[in-house]
């Protein structure tokens, strides 16, 4: 399926001359303006609200209108949509995207890879839908980290410097993950998976942090005001060989009085907090990070010597007037 993402300043020439189905996620009624415009038949599905996110409506037209809309004046950008990636499909009102990855077309170059040696951090084929992509991560004791952030194990991938999370605004986290059937989990010491990671301005764990540690998902928010608050999830033996889709809303705040933290897995609420303070003071420019780090490692333990992950595509998005400039993966090169 072809998805719109309509937003100021950019653009993309596209269309095939087939009929296609779209999703708007912005400009709904100037999209629907612009095919009465045309003559072209539009048939849509009303926008519905469920569990308090709000699906966009459904838009189906035809070639005519395709070609229409690629030149439109209000810019539009076409991506193929993966269902593997985290769920696009769902946009919470008044939210705008502000970064979009599309794995199909490589590493964007505007993306700080952290890993031992090429092979770490790669973008494959995904492993239950043909024709798609995702990026695998690996991490090994057999490798040398003492040139990676810290000398630890890690593969990651750290999001743009223009994708910063400041104090008081709503951000919509979007991702998915699969676990494949060689994932041997550690009972003593956890692997981070994704978090949000404080800026320069202080050090100590990153103030939002999801791992998996044993057989089971832990979650963690913390500050330098309160300490850490971390509760412990589902356990991961369901998730393995198949997608699981993550969704996490975040407005930080160190004072605790506008913050919200909350995580869901595959549309069910799994973590949720308010007023708890869930980043460092006088932090605004704490960053999103993906992929494995292992701050410990039992070298003697030869069950998980090595360990793998797979990450669909992001989608991050942000509330009301921001500072957050738009970022598109879209327009980059293959690595």
Known sequence: MIRVVCWRDVGRVCGNGTSVQFSVICHRRKFLRLGRNVGATIGHRREHVKDGLRYPAQVTIGSKLSHVLCAAPFLCSLYWSSVAAAD????DSGYSSVFISDWSRGMAPELVVQKASPDDVVVVDDPVHSGRKAVKVTISLDEDYSHVANGAPRAEIVFPGSLRF??????????????????????????????????????????????????????????????????????????????????????????????????????????????????????????????????????????????????????????????????????????
């Open 166 to 335: 400041e104090v008081g605004h709503h951000y919509l986290i979007r991702w998915s993950t699969y676990i494949p059937s060689s994932f041997v989990p550690d009972d003593d010491e956890s692997v981070v998976i994704t978090q949000i990671h404080q800026g320069g301005c202080c050090s100590g764990p990153p103030p939002i942090m999801l791992t998996i540690r044993g057989d089971h998902y832990e979650f963690a928010e913390r500050s330098d005001v309160n300490g850490v608050r971390q509760q412990v999830l589902r356990k991961i033996k369901s998730d393995i060989g198949r997608w699981v889709n993550w969704v996490l809303r975040y407005v930080p705040d160190p004072s605790g009085v506008k913050s919200r933290t909350e995580l869901r897995k595959d549309d069910v609420v799994v973590y949720s907090s308010d007023r708890w303070p869930n980043a460092y003071s006088d932090d605004q420019t704490s960053y999103l990070k993906i992929g494995l780090y292992k701050s410990k490692w039992d070298f003697k333990n030869d069950a998980n010597r090595r360990l793998c992950l797979l990450f669909g595509d992001i989608l991050i998005s942000e509330r009301g007037e921001g500072s957050l400039g738009i970022v598109s993966a879209l327009d980059s090169d293959t690595e």
């Open 88 to 91: 696009r499909n769902t946009v």
